[in-house]
């Protein structure tokens, strides 16, 4: 059974630090979701620092976001088969994206749109009244392959093979986006600082001196609202840590309740985990991964994660109210929260 602790008192959110000892704290809605930043510089400039997190987040929405039209994406996924000039930053993040697909065998996809409209996800889709049958669902599947896109360098263009293929990059740019805010406040002297983007997580330094990081908070999926937590562990310095959950966006179709992270295999909505964390040296492989690794689950997500990402640990929640951690997450100093 999952301890559950009422730790609202001391831990409000999934970042979970210690915030008696957090000097500034700011926190702004974008993308859909919560930003945040908190520091434990005393001579920080909190409203410099939000400023100048919330323009690379207005950048990464202009290029990554599929609920804008004329983003980059969107432009992508009006050329058809034609082929169209992308950004750097679109290459990279597409290279990367091809990487998790490639190494998962399709867990993670980059053109995971129009299975996730097909059950109701994305940018004015709405449900079906029944679930798809099983011819669409299959064919709907053949276009989330990443073997559908082609990027050439150093031409910098980007095809999509078939027509019907669609990209969606909602499992990664926040991540990504992360590492974009982390990079620049490293480089402007930022040293004790923690930078949130909706559960994607990256610290420098410390929260307060000799602490030897952030300690972190994993939230209950089962009662993601309630400031419950699984249990805490130390996010060191550098490091980032991402959590998928099925609780974060749900459609419900004839009674039946479908999260939206799809398996691209199958074509249908990941089944058998209600959430999945990752700890990882960055915060795009930290939310690749947490996507990737919830529609793996357990079983297959450790055995990915011996082979292509050692470095990485997760904690996955499955269905049946049980916490597998990887190999590696115990030494993390994990300490589970206490039975209510
Ligand atoms: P996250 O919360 O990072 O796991 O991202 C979930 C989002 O990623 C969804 O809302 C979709 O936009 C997208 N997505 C869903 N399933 C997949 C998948 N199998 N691979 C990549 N992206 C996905
Ligand atoms: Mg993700």
Redesign the pocket.
């Known amino acids: 059974m999952i301890k559950r602790l009422a730790a609202v008192a001391i831990l409000v959110s999934i970042a979970g630090c210690e915030r008696h000892s957090v000097t500034a704290h700011s926190r702004w809605p974008v993308m859909g979701t919560v930003a945040a930043v908190s520091c434990a510089d005393p001579t920080a400039d909190m409203e410099q620092l939000r400023q100048t997190a919330d323009e690379i987040y207005r950048d990464s929405i202009s290029r990554f976001s599929?609920w804008t039209d004329g983003s980059e994406l969107a432009k992508i996924n009006a050329s058809g088969t034609n082929g169209v000039a992308v950004s750097e930053e679109m290459a990279k993040l597409v290279e990367i994206?091809i990487h998790?697909?490639r190494t998962s065998g399709g867990?993670?996809?980059?053109l995971?749109?129009p299975?996730?409209r097909l059950w109701g996800?994305?940018w004015k889709a709405t449900p079906p009244d029944a679930p798809p049958d099983d011819e669409t669902v299959r064919k709907l599947a053949a276009t989330?392959r990443w073997e559908n896109l082609s990027l050439n360098r150093p031409a910098l263009t980007l095809r999509l093979a078939r027509p019907d293929a669609k990209l969606?990059?909602?499992?990664?740019a926040?991540?990504y986006a992360v590492d974009k805010v982390w990079e620049r406040f490293r480089d402007i002297g930022v040293t004790n600082a923690l930078v949130d983007l909706?559960?994607?997580l990256r610290c420098l330094g410390e929260a307060a001196p000799g602490r030897g990081g952030w300690r972190t908070a994993v939230r209950d999926p089962l009662s993601p609202a309630s400031g419950y937590i699984l249990g805490t562990f130390l996010l060191r310095p550098g490091e980032a840590v991402?959590?998928?959950?099925n609780y974060?966006?749900f459609v419900t179709i004839a009674g039946k309740r479908y999260a939206?992270?799809?398996?691209?295999r199958t074509g249908r909505p990941?089944e058998g985990v209600l959430s999945?964390t990752v700890i990882a040296n960055t915060a795009v492989a930290a939310?690749?991964l947490?996507?990737?690794l919830?529609?793996l689950g357990p079983n297959d997500g450790n055995e990915y994660l011996r082979k292509h990402a050692p470095d990485c640990a997760a904690l996955w929640v499955t269905e049946s109210d049980e916490q597998i951690l990887s190999d590696n997450f115990q030494a993390r100093n994990w300490q589970p929260a206490q039975v209510r």
Not at 242 to 245: D, L, Y
Request: glycine share 16%; charged share 15%.
């Open positions: 599929a994206s998790y697909s867990a993670f996809s980059p995971v749109s299975l996730l996800f994305g989330a969606d990059l909602g499992g990664i926040k991540g909706g559960g994607n991402a959590t998928s959950g974060e966006r939206h992270i799809i398996d691209p990941a999945c939310d690749a947490s996507t990737t919830f529609v």
